[in-house]
């Protein structure tokens, strides 16, 4: 039929012009990692709920294209996963968080990991690297990972994050609430902190089951010893709200958005404090 056969045609061009797209990106991803000039890391502040000060910072990768401008790490993420760059742009965070977290003094960085590089069999070693090349101190240093992640039972998986957290490292687990293990998989999971999804705290003061997951994530959480974070926070009633509930942490564009490491002076000291 014709119509069959102009879709086919639309389609398949479409899906050609994604290709090459695609393609261009990963060839420009590739020429960035060289020269590293595109990449840089942002630092986004982590408030203690107890005298919102800042307590650290989560590194979040920027790649300023300079054709397409500023592309999403959760669009280049997943093609740097996919095509073995994840292992290169993963080790210029990690390097080049725990270099400028070296310098802050008592206070952490938390880098975002991705299963692919736990799967490495070399992970753990790589970040021990790191971490004495840099100088930071093991304490200090954070790993992100997602739930999926986290429950993965390869035994590089497993092993990398025992070896990590043996020599004092910690380990979150990020986007909490969003992946597919229930709440009960709290009482097994081997982290040290759980990180409450946006999601959930966006609808606080709004929808009030949103309140109840985060109290019960809460609850779960301390009562295994495990410290919390609610991520996205955005107004004072999220905040105030959330300080009641006894999250231990708090992060979001109320506070600051990510900025470069030369802004960070600016906000690592509340304004009025010495
Ligand atoms: P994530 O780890 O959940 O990071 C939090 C994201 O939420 C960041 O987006 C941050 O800018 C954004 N955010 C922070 N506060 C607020 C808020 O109050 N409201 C809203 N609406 N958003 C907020 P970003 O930087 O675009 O990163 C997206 C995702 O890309 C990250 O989600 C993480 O999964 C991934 N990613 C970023 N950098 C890296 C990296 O170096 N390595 C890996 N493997 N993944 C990364
Ligand atoms: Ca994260
Ligand atoms: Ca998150
Ligand atoms: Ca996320």
């Known amino acids: 039929k014709n119509s069959g056969r102009s879709r086919y045609t639309y389609f398949s061009e479409s899906m050609d012009q994604l290709l090459s797209r695609r393609q261009e990106m990963e060839g420009d991803m590739r020429a960035a990692l060289k020269t590293g ?10 408030i203690s709920a107890l005298d919102h000060r800042v307590k650290g910072y989560e590194a979040l990768l ?95 998986v497993v092993a990398n994050l025992d070896a990590l957290r043996a020599i004092g490292v910690q380990i979150a687990i990020d986007d909490f609430g969003t992946g597919f293990s229930s709440l009960g998989r709290l009482r097994t999971l081997n982290v040290d902190r759980i ?39 955005e107004t004072s009633l999220q905040d105030a709200g959330l300080v009641k509930i006894g999250c231990d942490s708090l992060q979001g564009f109320l506070y600051s958005k990510p900025v470069p490491l030369r802004d960070i002076e600016h906000i690592s000291t509340p304004a009025g404090s010495p």
């Open 37 to 46: 000039n595109e990449f840089q890391v942002h630092y986004q502040p982590i």
């Open 62 to 156: 920027r790649w300023e294209h300079p054709k397409f401008g500023s592309i999403s790490p959760e669009l280049f993420i997943p093609i740097a996963e996919e095509t073995g760059m994840i292992e290169a742009v993963g080790e210029f965070v990690l390097r080049e968080a725990c270099k400028a977290a070296a310098k802050w003094s008592g206070k952490s960085v938390a880098v975002n990991v991705s299963g692919v590089e736990l799967r490495d069999e070399g992970y753990a070693a790589k970040v021990r690297k790191i971490l004495l090349s840099t100088g930071l101190s093991p304490q200090a240093l954070e790993l992100e990972v997602t739930e999926t992640v986290a429950t993965d039972e390869a035994s590089a």
């Open 195 to 233: 990180k409450i999804d946006r999601s959930f705290v966006q609808g606080f003061g709004e929808k009030a089951g949103d309140e109840a997951i985060i109290r019960a994530i809460v609850e779960l959480a301390h009562a295994r010893g495990l410290k919390t974070t609610a991520e996205g926070v």
